[in-house]
């Protein structure tokens, strides 16, 4: 009984080994995929936008696109990217890549904007509004 245990345990592990690579496989294609979108939509020489180059890369984390900026605010910079990586995420031809959420972070990793679902809105998360409101300290 106790053999019959740990092969099964192989074997999951083994399932888990093999399906990992595979998720994060998929997880690059689609960010590959909202980088090209972004670059021959928002990117093009003589026509790009004001906020395209603050996008520093892209990446999918489960149902979250996430858009990692060289910004420090959540303004209209951040917002416009919100909107950007939204027009990919909740195009009709992408609905059925599973993905959810667009989340835009500052220079520091924090988020700065967040879009949750497809009704949702591009809005300034909470914790960037309170760091903003609490005076720095010296």
Not at 41 to 70: E, L
């Amino acid at each position: 009984m106790q053999k019959l245990v740990i092969v099964l345990t192989g074997v999951t592990l083994l399932t888990l080994f093999l399906c990992l690579p595979a998720s994060q496989a998929q997880a690059d294609s689609k960010a590959k995929a909202i980088e090209k979108y972004l670059t021959e939509n928002f990117g093009t020489p003589g026509y790009k936008t004001t906020w395209y180059d603050s996008i520093k890369g892209i990446s999918v984390q489960g149902n979250t696109v996430i858009a990692n900026t060289n910004l420090l605010t959540g303004d209209a910079q951040a917002s416009d990217v919100c909107f950007g990586v939204s027009g990919y995420v909740f195009s009709s031809q992408n609905r059925s890549l599973g993905l959810e959420n667009v989340e835009v972070r500052g220079i520091k990793g924090n988020a700065l904007m967040r879009r949750i679902g497809f009704r949702g809105k591009c809005s300034r998360t909470a914790d960037h509004i309170r760091r903003e409101q609490t005076p720095t300290q010296q």
